[in-house]
Nanobody, 119 residues
Framework: VQLQASGGGLVQPGGSLRLSCAASGKMLSINTLGWYRQAPGNQRELVATITGGGSTNYAASVKGRFTISRDNAKNTVSLQMNSLKPEDTAVYYC??????????????WGQGTQVTVSS
């Protein structure tokens, strides 16, 4: 199983970016999907998660500005980021709890995509 993230880049404060992450490989199901981020010198932190049933959870710092969504038919998760601030600058990682063909559920991580918010 692999997770491939895309969509990062450089944006001015107040701008928008959309991150996407696609899961591929042999799997039985994908449960909770999420986005995390890590800024230089900081620990990785949760940004947003979405369960298989569509329930969402957001970090307080992004609530109202970011929206997480998933497409179960395409095995993808997206993060729409609006009103970006310099403090949103970080490497963003997608995460997925996947039930593999052996019947084990474990987390998988994408490779990370850089988001830089700067004028």
């Amino acid at each position: 199983v692999q997770l491939q993230a895309s969509g990062g880049g450089l944006v001015q404060p107040g701008g928008s970016l959309r991150l996407s992450c696609a899961a591929s490989g042999k799997m039985l199901s994908i449960n909770t999907l999420g986005w995390y981020r890590q800024a230089p010198g900081n620990q990785r932190e949760l940004v947003a998660t979405i369960t298989g049933g569509g329930s969402t959870n957001y970090a307080a710092s992004v609530k109202g500005r970011f929206t997480i969504s998933r497409d179960n038919a395409k095995n993808t998760v997206s993060l729409q980021m609006n009103s970006l601030k310099p403090e949103d600058t970080a490497v963003y990682y997608c995460n997925a709890y996947i039930l593999d063909t052996w019947g084990f559920q474990r987390p998988y991580w994408g490779q990370g995509t850089q988001v830089t918010v700067s004028s």
